[in-house]
C-alpha cells in the first residue's frame, strides 16, 4: 500500500522539500545508505539551529518511531514539518531568517551534508574501485576528519585558492568550499568514474546547500590531467594545494616537483608522501632538489584519515619558502669573506704606495685608497680593479708582493743569507714616516757570481683615513687630475661657491646678520612645506603608506597567530614523544617526579646490577 509513496522534509530556510521515495533504501557494509536514520539524524541537526523544537521533537517526537513502518515514518516527518513551518511563519518580518543564512554549517552539520550528497550522487561506490593496479589512477578518499586537520594546520583565508589534484568524486574540494572563506576551490580528476560521479554532486550540493540554508564560496571540479600544460597557471596562482599521491609513483612525483618549483612564496602543499626529507639539510650536493625551497612538517597521524587502510596515516605540510635558499648563499659568503678578509685592503693599499714612489699624483692615491675602503665594493674586486689601475699609471710591476713568494726562509742553493736591511730607509717620503720601508731596485751582482735573491717583506697597509688626510688640499686645489675609475670630478670647494639661498641686506633695524639668515632659511622651508601640502600626490602618497602600514600589521597578526599554532603543536608532540618513551623503557604509569626518580632507579638496577 504504500509502494510508490513520498516522504517530505520542509526546508529550515524555506526553500524547497526534500523528498524521500518509500520504501526507504537500506544498505549493508561499510557503505551502507539508510535513509530512515538520514531523516531521524537530519531532523536532529535541524534542531540545533532551532532550540524551541529541540526539547520538544527529542522527548516527544524523536523517541518513538519505527524505520520500516511507512506510518511511522509518515508521522514523524509531519510533526517536524507542522513545527517548522510554525517557526518560520513566527519569524517573518525578523531578522533571524538572514542571520541563519549568512552563517558557515557547522563542522558536524557539513559532514552530514556531504554524507547527503555522497548517497545521493554515488549510486554505486563499487565502480571506484575498478581501476588498475599499481597505476596512478589507484583511487582512494579522504576522510571528513583528515580535511579538518589540514584546515587548522593551513588556516586558509580570503584570498587563498585551493586546489585539489585527483579529487577523486570532489568531496574534499567540495568540503573546502563550504568550510573556509578560501575565494576559489578546484578540483582536478583525470579517471573517468570519480569525474562522472563529480558532475553529478555538483547539483545535488548546492540543493542540499539551499535547502539548509548555508554559505559556500566558489568552486569547480573538472576532468583532465593536471600535468597538462594546461592546468599549469591554475597551479601556479594557487596558494593552498592538496595531493593525495600516495600511490602515484616516482615519475608523477618528479613532474609535481617541477610544477611546485614555479609555486608562490607562502603556498602550502599538504600531501599524503613527503616531496623531501624532513631532515632535509642543503649542501652543495643537494642544491637542485625541491627541498631548497621548502619546509616540510608531518601533521599528527589520524586513525582512519583514508579508505585504503585503517591503520593510522600521516600527511604532510609543506611551505614554499625561497629565501631558506637566499639564506644559504648568504651564509657561505659571509663564511667566504671572514676567511678572505683583508686580501683586497692590503692589495689596493700596496698599488697605491707604488704609484707614489714612482711620483704619481697623491689625489690619485688619495682617491684610490678611500675606494678600496667602501663598503660598496668587494675585496676582490679593490684588488684586481686598482690594482690594475695602478700599474697601468705607472709601469711599477712588483711580483714579490703576492703570498705565494712572501718566504722569508728562501735561499737558492749555493747561495749564502746576507744581513742587512732587504729595504733601505725612505728618507723624504712625502707620507712623513708614514711607510717606513719602500723597495729599491737591486743593484746587479759582481760578474761571475750569482746574484742573490734577498727576501721581500710585507708592506705595511696604509690607512684609508691618513692618506685622506694627507692630500686633501692638493685634491682640492688641483685642477688637472688624472682620477681613478669610479670616482667623481667634483672639487669640496665648489659646494661652498654654490649659496644656499640669497643673502640678505645689510640690517636697518639692528638685527644681526645670523638672525636674518635664519628667518629667511625658516621661511623658504616654511613655503616649500605648504606647496607640498598643495600637491595632488601628497594624499595618494600618505594614504598609500597608512594602507602599507595595515598590510603589515596584518602580516604579522597572521605570522603570530601561526607561530603561536606551532608552539603549541610542538608542546604536544614532545609531551607526547616523552610518554612514548617512558612507555618503551617500562616507566608508562608515571604521575609525579618522584615516582619517575624511583622507577628509573628500580630499571636501571634490573639492567645494569652494578649500578648503586
Not at 676567511?339 to 700596496?350: L, T, Y
Not at 729599491?440 to 750569482?450: S, V
Request: glycine share 6%.
Amino acid at each position: 500500500m504504500a509502494q510508490g509513496a513520498e516522504l517530505k522534509l520542509h526546508s529550515p530556510a524555506g526553500g524547497e522539500p526534500a523528498i524521500y521515495a518509500w520504501p526507504l533504501n537500506v544498505g549493508h557494509g561499510k557503505d551502507r545508505i539508510d535513509g530512515a536514520l538520514e531523516i531521524v539524524d537530519t531532523i536532529k541537526l535541524v534542531c540545533e539551529d532551532f532550540p524551541e523544537m529541540k526539547y520538544a521533537m527529542e522527548n516527544n517526537i524523536l523517541s518513538d518511531y519505527d524505520t520500516k513502518s511507512y506510518e511511522s515514518m509518515k508521522q514523524l516527518v509531519d510533526k517536524y514539518n507542522r513545527a517548522m513551518d510554525s517557526i518560520l511563519q513566527l519569524e517573518k518580518g525578523t531578522a533571524k531568517p538572514a542571520q541563519r543564512l549568512s552563517q558557515r554549517a557547522s563542522r558536524a552539520l557539513l559532514k552530514h551534508i556531504l554524507q547527503q550528497v555522497y548517497n545521493q550522487s554515488v549510486t554505486d561506490p563499487e565502480r571506484l574501485n575498478q581501476y588498475e593496479p599499481f597505476s596512478p589512477e589507484v583511487y582512494g578518499e579522504t576522510s571528513y576528519e583528515l580535511v579538518c586537520q589540514m584546515i587548522d594546520n593551513v588556516q586558509p583565508l580570503e584570498s587563498d585558492t585551493f586546489v585539489d589534484l585527483g579529487s577523486g568524486v570532489g568531496q574534499v574540494v567540495l568540503q573546502m568550499a563550504a568550510a573556509t572563506g578560501c575565494k576559489r576551490c578546484v578540483g582536478i580528476e583525470k579517471a573517468d568514474v570519480p569525474a562522472r560521479y563529480a558532475e553529478v554532486m555538483i547539483p545535488s550540493f548546492i540543493k542540499w546547500m539551499k535547502w539548509w540554508g548555508k554559505k559556500y564560496g566558489e568552486f569547480q571540479l573538472i576532468k583532465g590531467d593536471f600535468l597538462h600544460e594546461s592546468r599549469r597557471e591554475l597551479l601556479v596562482t594557487s596558494s593552498i594545494v592538496f595531493v593525495n599521491n600516495f600511490a602515484f609513483g616516482p615519475a608523477v612525483d618528479h613532474k609535481l616537483k617541477e610544477l611546485f618549483a614555479d609555486l608562490r612564496d607562502g603556498t602550502r602543499i599538504v600531501s599524503s608522501k613527503a616531496f623531501c626529507p624532513l631532515n632535509f639539510r642543503i649542501t652543495d650536493r643537494t642544491l637542485s632538489d625541491i627541498g631548497t625551497i621548502m619546509h616540510v612538517t608531518e601533521m599528527s597521524p589520524l586513525t582512519g584519515s583514508v579508505s585504503w587502510t585503517g591503520k593510522p596515516v600521516s600527511y604532510y605540510l609543506h611551505v614554499i619558502d625561497r629565501t631558506k635558499l637566499e639564506r644559504y648563499f648568504q651564509k657561505l659568503k659571509t663564511k667566504d669573506e671572514k676567511e678572505g678578509n683583508g686580501r683586497g685592503k692590503r692589495s689596493a693599499a700596496v698599488s697605491a704606495a707604488a704609484s707614489i714612489t714612482n711620483g704619481s699624483d697623491y689625489s690619485d692615491a688619495s682617491n684610490l685608497v678611500s675606494q678600496s675602503n667602501s663598503p660598496h665594493m668587494s675585496e676582490d674586486s679593490n684588488m684586481d680593479f686598482y690594482g690594475d689601475w695602478a700599474i697601468d699609471r705607472t709601469g711599477f710591476v712588483q711580483d714579490s708582493f703576492s703570498e705565494e713568494e712572501d718566504d722569508d726562509s728562501y735561499t737558492p742553493r749555493g747561495s749564502k743569507r746576507r744581513r742587512g736591511r732587504a729595504y733601505p730607509p725612505s728618507t723624504n717620503h712625502p707620507l712623513n714616516g708614514t711607510m717606513s720601508r719602500m723597495p729599491q731596485p737591486r743593484q746587479r751582482g759582481r760578474r761571475g757570481r750569482k746574484p742573490v735573491l734577498r727576501p721581500i717583506r710585507k708592506v705595511p697597509t696604509i690607512g684609508g683615513l691618513d692618506v685622506l688626510n694627507s692630500f686633501t688640499l692638493s685634491s682640492l686645489m688641483s685642477k688637472d687630475r688624472n682620477l681613478a675609475p669610479g670616482t667623481v670630478e667634483q672639487v669640496i670647494s665648489d659646494i661652498y661657491s654654490v649659496p644656499a639661498f640669497e643673502v640678505p641686506p645689510p640690517p636697518q633695524n639692528g638685527y644681526s646678520y645670523a638672525l636674518q639668515v635664519f628667518l629667511e632659511n625658516q621661511r623658504v622651508q616654511f613655503i616649500a612645506m605648504i606647496e607640498r601640502f598643495k600637491d595632488p600626490q601628497f594624499k595618494d602618497e600618505i594614504q598609500k603608506s597608512i594602507d602599507d602600514e595595515i598590510k603589515k600589521g596584518d602580516t604579522l597578526r597572521q605570522k603570530n597567530t601561526w607561530l603561536l599554532k606551532e608552539i603549541a603543536k610542538l608542546k604536544v608532540n614532545s609531551v607526547m614523544f616523552l610518554k612514548l618513551r617512558l612507555k618503551e623503557l617500562g616507566l608508562g604509569d608515571i604521575s609525579c617526579p618522584s615516582e619517575l626518580k624511583d622507577q628509573s632507579t628500580v630499571q636501571a638496577r634490573r639492567l645494569f646490577p652494578s649500578f648503586n
